[in-house]
């Protein structure tokens, strides 16, 4: 039996209660005017000249040939376009999996991710660990996790929720180790643009390892999650042409419009980037000035993404127990890392995580710190 998307049970739960959300893992997002604004000649024109008939399946050759230049060596038919990051880690899972393999998945992850695993084949998890205060993929767990039959590890670099990063050489280790035995990487990499360091951001895993899948979108570092435009890129074409056939289940092909606006965004990617990290950046500094002056409540950390942070909840009661005290009771919306539970492995449920790479998110974390500072304790122990 699948689990419940406890996420998504969260937000409907308090969702539309609240006054400032600050759950949100999405940057800015940029209005329409704005975005065509940046359209070059050509992009005004197939924009003017817009048709909303069936587009192609694979998506736009325009569009996949862009794609394709965000990465080393790739090539349009590298490319498959998705209705979103989701559904293109779905249908690399039902081109891959079948009950007789067997699949990694390093934890936390976003749920429904997660359950394109488990619904294909059995898996095993393996859970980040916090060492010193940084995030760490033991390898060693990894590799034991592994059986003769395993095809699949799937990973979320940069993750969410936590913000941790591999460093270079134990990114290159774990593709070692998958290559020494033949096994898909499939990296969720849809933060890479929010990553805190940009100089430290890793190569997508496309441009590493053959059998290297990077799942990507701009919902995230964009902010254009309404688009609904995410991507596999990968060098197997056969594999592709599998997940194409998973897709023509799911939806046939993207919206013609969607497919416009998602060429322009990638051309316009550096000002619409370099305006989101600003904006988390600014945030950041105003929420480690609120967990400066909560010691009792946060344990001080810097954030290690700039389009959500994840303290760790050292006051009374459970973290899960102030999140849904801060809904009720001032209308403020975090969440509680509990939602990110998994059958797979234990998680730690301590933390909370704020959004950070919106222009509402300000507001917001002023409305935190008020409450917090003048409302206090008592009432943070459901």
């Not at 060693?140 to 591999?166: C, K």
């Amino acid at each position: 039996m699948t689990e419940p998307f406890a996420l998504a049970a969260f937000l409907a739960r308090w969702g539309a209660s609240i006054r400032h959300d600050l759950a949100a893992s999405e940057s800015e997002t940029t209005p329409l005017a704005e975005l065509l604004a940046m359209a070059d000649a050509e992009d005004a024109e197939r924009w003017a000249r817009l048709e909303f008939g069936y587009a192609h399946p694979r998506g736009a050759p325009w569009l996949r040939e862009t794609i394709a230049k965000r990465y080393h060596g790739l090539e349009p038919a590298d490319i498959l376009c998705c209705a979103g990051a989701q559904e293109a880690a779905t249908c690399i899972a039902r081109a891959l999996l079948g009950p007789e393999d067997h699949a990694v998945v390093v934890l936390p992850i976003y749920q429904p991710s997660e359950q394109a695993i488990t619904a294909r084949a059995p898996t095993a998890g393996v859970a980040l660990e916090e060492r010193g205060g940084e995030w760490i993929l033991d390898l060693d767990r990894v590799a034991a996790a592994l059986r003769p039959n395993t095809r699949l590890i799937l990973t979320n670099f940069p993750n969410s929720p936590t913000g941790a990063q591999l460093d270079r050489a134990a990114f290159d280790a774990l593709i070692a180790l998958c290559r020494a035995r033949g096994i898909w990487l499939v990296n969720d990499e849809v933060y890479r643009q929010t990553d805190r360091v940009a100089d430290e951001r890793l190569p997508p895993v496309a441009d590493l390892y053959e059998r290297g899948i990077s799942i990507d979108g701009l919902s995230k570092g964009f902010g254009l999650p309404g688009l609904r435009v995410g991507w596999a890129a990968c060098r197997d074409r056969d594999l592709l042409t599998r997940a194409l056939l998973a897709k023509n289940e799911l939806s046939s092909c993207l919206a013609a419009a969607s497919e416009v606006l998602a060429q322009i965004a990638l051309k316009a990617e550096a000002p619409i980037v370099r305006r989101n990290r600003a904006i988390g950046r600014r945030n950041d500094e105003r929420l480690q000035d609120v967990l400066r002056r909560l010691p009792d409540l946060f344990e001080p950390a810097p954030s290690r993404n700039l389009a959500f942070a994840c303290p760790r909840y050292v006051g009374p009661g459970s973290a899960s127990a102030f999140a849904v005290s801060l809904a009720r009771g001032a209308g403020i919306l975090v969440l509680p890392l509990g939602v990110w539970h998994s059958p797979l492995a234990a998680l730690p449920a301590d933390r909370v995580r704020i959004s950070l790479g919106q222009l509402r998110s300000g507001p917001g974390l002023d409305a935190l710190a008020l409450h917090l500072c003048e409302a206090r304790r008592p009432e943070l122990v459901a």
